[in-house]
């Protein structure tokens, strides 16, 4: 089984999301259930009905978060002495070398990603692009209207 790189924070987020789900949704869904059996007939119950949909959704996020975190790889960079190199978590400043655009990104595991929050997942073209690069390099990026080159300008280990 492969495992997933994770941040500190993503971990914290899906561990917050499992207790959630665990402790206020689940009971919700089976109180739910109970109120609906009271309405008589199952056949021809909505809402029993959507209460079962619901909590098929909900266990199976449960699980679905449970295996993430039974395989996933907590990476704390700032635990890891910053030489300067693009790695998983940590924070990149590029410059667009043809507008001279800057740009901040943090690379992430998929679950964290965030383009808004410029969050962007490790698996993106952009990530996979500065990942192994160093302060100063420049990078090719693949994006939908061609190859764009980048300066990498601060690398942070936050």
């Known amino acids: 089984m492969q495992s997933i790189p994770m941040t500190v924070r993503g971990e914290q987020l899906l561990r917050d999301e499992l207790n959630h789900l665990k402790s ?11 109120d609906a059996r009271e309405h ?16 098929g ?4 996020r449960i699980q679905e978060i ?7 790889q907590v990476i704390d960079v700032t635990k890891i002495e910053n030489n300067g190199k693009v790695i998983f978590g940590t ?12 740009l901040k990104y943090r690379i992430v595991g998929d679950d964290e990603a965030d383009i808004k929050s410029n969050l962007i997942s490790v ?13 100063d390099d ?21």
Not at 57 to 60: I, L, P, R, S, T
Not at 123 to 135: H, T, V
């Open 24 to 34: 206020v949704v689940r009971p919700q869904i089976v109180a739910d259930i109970a």
């Open 40 to 55: 008589g007939d199952l056949k021809e119950n909505a809402e029993y009905h959507a209460a079962r949909e619901q909590q």
């Open 138 to 158: 420049t990078a090719n990026i693949q994006t939908p209207n061609g190859a764009v080159e980048f300066e990498i300008i601060e690398v942070e280990y936050l």
């Open 66 to 72: 449970e295996a993430k975190l039974s395989t996933s």
């Open 91 to 102: 924070t990149v400043t590029i410059c667009n070398v043809d507008t001279d655009e800057e």
């Open 57 to 60: 959704f909900c266990e199976g």
């Open 123 to 135: 698996n993106s073209p952009i990530a996979r692009g500065l990942i192994g690069k160093e302060l």
